[in-house]
């Protein structure tokens, strides 16, 4: 009898206890849809869970069909009253009334939201971003990737209503001209991410400005943006913290451009994909004062030869980890004692 007892005694204080502590551990490393499928398992489980306010900080409706009503009611719980982040990634039936019935509903719960994720929600457009942006004033990250709804105006309402942006991805928003980057230029001078990708209506002064005012930058990706000059690459030499830069496609970059960059030296990953351009002069410039580049991408560059590759040899072996030579038809080191040679100083060709 007193064996039993003892043992129901052990089991309840391994409900009571030993649980709930063993849940909040891995609770902060299971994917939020895996969470709230544990709150059905059991009460106990089910009370410890929804104690754990650090556990509801982020809603993950990525990919989701009806995420608007599923996030408005998700909001509308007492536990998301703090929600931190909230990711709508590919959740195409999104629309500007959700975000209506967002702000109308749940403007409580946005209040401290520092990151949304838009990317691929197509049907969003400029009063939706003035609407959810009017409602989320300690945003910090803001992704609208692929909306070619969203123009200047959704800019404006941005940069209005969310002074704290340090993160911003506007890759594939095709209608988005200098008159954005003007106003993200005035607006956030301590940004550190910015991602233009495919932003094809930029010119050099729209870039320019950015260059010369959020000096802050640490990932700056202008992946095929053909259109931009030297005029403007020079300039990116003033952004002492970057350390992210994708200039693939850059048709119009020279040597000269490069050798800018080339004082960039906290660089770590440089894509020059298909920059036809550019020569060993450049290349030979970026060695000499980017040591510390762990990726280097030359794919496609015709202008580039062997000496390129012994001056990043001599200057980043100690760091560099991958090297994209693939199309350099230049780059004559191929047979096998002269790629074992610069495999052992720390070089992984792709």
């Known amino acids: 009898m007193e064996e039993t ?56 409706f990525r990919e989701t069909n009806n995420a608007g009503n599923r996030l408005v009611a998700a909001l509308s719980l007492f536990r998301y009253q703090h929600v931190k982040q909230i990711n709508l990634e590919f959740a195409q039936d999104i629309e500007d009334k959700h975000l209506d019935l967002l702000k109308t509903k749940c403007l409580d719960s946005l209040q401290e939201l520092e990151s949304l994720n838009l990317n ?81 209506k930029l010119t050099d002064g729209g870039l320019q400005q950015i260059l010369l005012k959020c000096s802050s930058l640490q990932s700056l990706n202008l992946y095929a943006l053909s259109s931009f000059t030297d ?49 060993d002069v450049g290349v030979i410039a970026i060695a000499q004062g980017c040591t510390s580049l762990e990726f280097l991408s030359l794919f496609g560059i015709v202008g580039v030869t062997d000496k390129c590759l012994e001056a990043l040899s001599r200057s980043c072996s100690n760091m560099i980890t991958t090297l994209d030579v693939n199309g350099c038809i230049g780059i004559k080191v191929h047979d096998i004692f002269s790629r074992k040679k610069l495999q052992g100083r720390g070089f992984l060709f792709t």
């Open 5 to 60: 007892e003892a043992r129901a005694g052990g089991d309840l204080k391994w409900s009571r206890e030993t649980i709930p502590k063993v849940l909040r551990i891995v609770g902060t490393r299971l994917p939020q849809r895996d969470l709230i499928s544990l709150l059905l398992v059991s009460p106990w489980i089910h009370r410890t869970l929804v104690s754990c306010s650090s556990l509801w900080l982020v809603l993950d």
């Open 120 to 200: 691929v929600c197509q049907k969003i457009s400029d009063r939706g971003v003035e609407t959810i942006t009017s409602a989320c004033p300690k945003l910090k990250v803001f992704s609208i990737y692929w909306n070619v709804r969203v123009t200047d105006i959704g800019m404006t309402h941005l940069v209005k209503n969310c002074k704290h942006i340090v993160d911003l991805n506007l890759s594939g928003c095709k209608n988005i001209t200098d008159k954005s980057l003007q106003l993200i230029a005035d607006n956030y001078p301590d940004l550190e991410l910015l991602n233009l990708t495919r932003c094809i």
């Open 231 to 279: 005029e403007a690459y020079k300039k990116i030499s003033l952004l002492t913290d970057l350390r992210f830069l994708d200039l693939c496609g850059a048709q119009n970059l020279s040597d000269q451009g490069l050798c800018c960059i080339a004082k960039c030296k906290n660089l770590v990953s440089l894509n020059l994909t298909w920059c036809v351009r550019v020569t």
